[in-house]
Each structure stands twice: as structure tokens, then as C-alpha cells.
């Protein structure tokens, strides 16, 4: 679905996604012939930012297939230079017309960062850098009193939708034109759904209010 609009790359995610929960995919674009078409360049229609989680596969719970998202993936979602510059690729080199964050619940580095705003013990290592990132959206669920797991998560993935537009000019610049969208989805393990939360650009996809859940 090259050069398509950002509505339609959202639509084709959230059908793709009602497949998966109906236990009917159809697993497209997966055989030798798409191979062989694909070897000489790629020209995906979206760009999924996601957790690192095991759980996570964006192709699988969107359905799709080889050469249909380019997928960045960071334990929380996290942004750093790297993965900006990553997105930046996707939409300005590849001509992808649609980011989406994913993030879900039970996320391991939303939990550490809650457990470490609570206790005021950080964690070590590398894992620590991971943690600092989460914290300001931990920071402002409690701000807002929001308490629950997935709340806490929900406010999280909207940040992170927020982060990106402030750091990167040229993906804020594509927004504004209407070039590319970018949206928040939350990704519920057990339903497998995925829905938008906070939508950034032209997506005709309406979205709940803040702590709401919309079903795809």
C-alpha cells in the first residue's frame, strides 16, 4: 500500500487488527512471490514505534505482511537520537505516510519507572537510562491522578506521541502539511486489540477522552 493517505494506513492497521482478534488473519504479502518483489527496494505504509515486549509483534496483531511496516522497537518505547532518526527515515526516505506508537499493558519499563518514582530507588545499568525516560510520564499520570497500570501506560504512550513531534522538525513539519500522521495506540494483551488514543494529523479516527478505551 505505498503512497497512500494516513487514513488509509490507519485503516488498513485497525482491520488488519480485527482479524487477529477474530482469530481470522490472513497473513498477506507472506510468500516467495512478495519476496522476490520486495528485493529490490522496500516501501512500507506505516512506521510502528513499539515496545521491545515479546508480546508486541506489530505484524502480527495488525496482520500484515514482509514490506508493509517498518518497525522500530525499544523497551518502553523509548526515544532517543537513534530511534528518532529512525522514524525520520521511514517517512521522509521510505514514504511511509502514517507513525504509530504502540505501547500496551503490563509494560515492564512503565512498571519500573512507577516503582521507582514510588520507592526513589533507581535501577542499574543500562536499564537505569531506560527508566529516566519513562519517569516524566509516570510523573504526569500521577499528576493527573490517574493510578491504575493502564492509565499510567495510556499517559505514557501519549507522551511519547507528544515527544515526538517536539524533537523532530521534520516529522512535525510532515504533520503539518498533512504528508504523514501520527498516532497512540494501546495494545491490550489478553483482548489483543489495539486502539487509538490521541491522534495527530489527518486520520478521520476519532478519538476517547483521556483514560477512555476505544475499541477498533
Known amino acids: 500500500m505505498p503512497r497512500t493517505s494516513p487514513a488509509v494506513a490507519l485503516d488498513a492497521l485497525l482491520s488488519g487488527n480485527e482479524r487477529f482478534v477474530a482469530g481470522a488473519p490472513s497473513h498477506p504479502n507472506q510468500d516467495a512471490a512478495?519476496?522476490?518483489?520486495?528485493?529490490?527496494?522496500?516501501?512500507?505504509?506505516?512506521?510502528?514505534?513499539?515496545?521491545s515486549d515479546s508480546r508486541l509483534a506489530a505484524e502480527i496483531i495488525f496482520d500484515q505482511g514482509l514490506g508493509d511496516l517498518f518497525v522500530v522497537r525499544t523497551a518502553g518505547h523509548?526515544?532517543?537520537?537513534?530511534?528518532?532518526?529512525?522514524?525520520?527515515?521511514?517517512t521522509a526516505v521510505l514514504g511511509c505516510r502514517l507513525?504509530?506508537?504502540?505501547?500496551?499493558?503490563?509494560?515492564?519499563?512503565?512498571?519500573?519507572?512507577?516503582?521507582?518514582?514510588a520507592n526513589g530507588l533507581p535501577s542499574t545499568g543500562f536499564?537505569?537510562?531506560?527508566?529516566?525516560?519513562?519517569?516524566?510520564?509516570?510523573?504526569?499520570?500521577?499528576?493527573?491522578g490517574l493510578t491504575s497500570d493502564s492509565d499510567i501506560v495510556d499517559e505514557h504512550i501519549r507522551h511519547t506521541v507528544h515527544l515526538l513531534l517536539d524533537r523532530s522538525r521534520t516529522l512535525s513539519d510532515?504533520?503539518?502539511?498533512?504528508?504523514?500522521?501520527?498516532?497512540?495506540?494501546?495494545?491490550?494483551?489478553?483482548?489483543?486489540?489495539?486502539?487509538?488514543?490521541?491522534?495527530?494529523?489527518?486520520?478521520?479516527?476519532p478519538v476517547p477522552a483521556a483514560g477512555g478505551h476505544q475499541a477498533p
Open 78 to 90: 523509548v526515544l532517543g537520537a537513534e530511534v528518532l532518526g529512525s522514524v525520520e527515515y521511514a
Open 174 to 205: 510532515q504533520v503539518d502539511t498533512g504528508d504523514v500522521a501520527v498516532v497512540g495506540m494501546a495494545y491490550r494483551l489478553a483482548e489483543g486489540s489495539a486502539c487509538v488514543l490521541v491522534s495527530r494529523g489527518n486520520t478521520g479516527t
Open 34 to 51: 512478495r519476496r522476490a518483489e520486495l528485493a529490490p527496494g522496500q516501501e512500507p505504509f506505516a512506521v510502528i514505534l513499539g515496545c
Open 99 to 117: 507513525v504509530v506508537v504502540l505501547g500496551h499493558d503490563s509494560c515492564g519499563a512503565v512498571a519500573a519507572a512507577r516503582e521507582a518514582v
Open 127 to 144: 536499564v537505569r537510562d531506560v527508566v529516566e525516560r519513562v519517569t516524566p510520564s509516570v510523573l504526569a499520570a500521577r499528576a493527573a
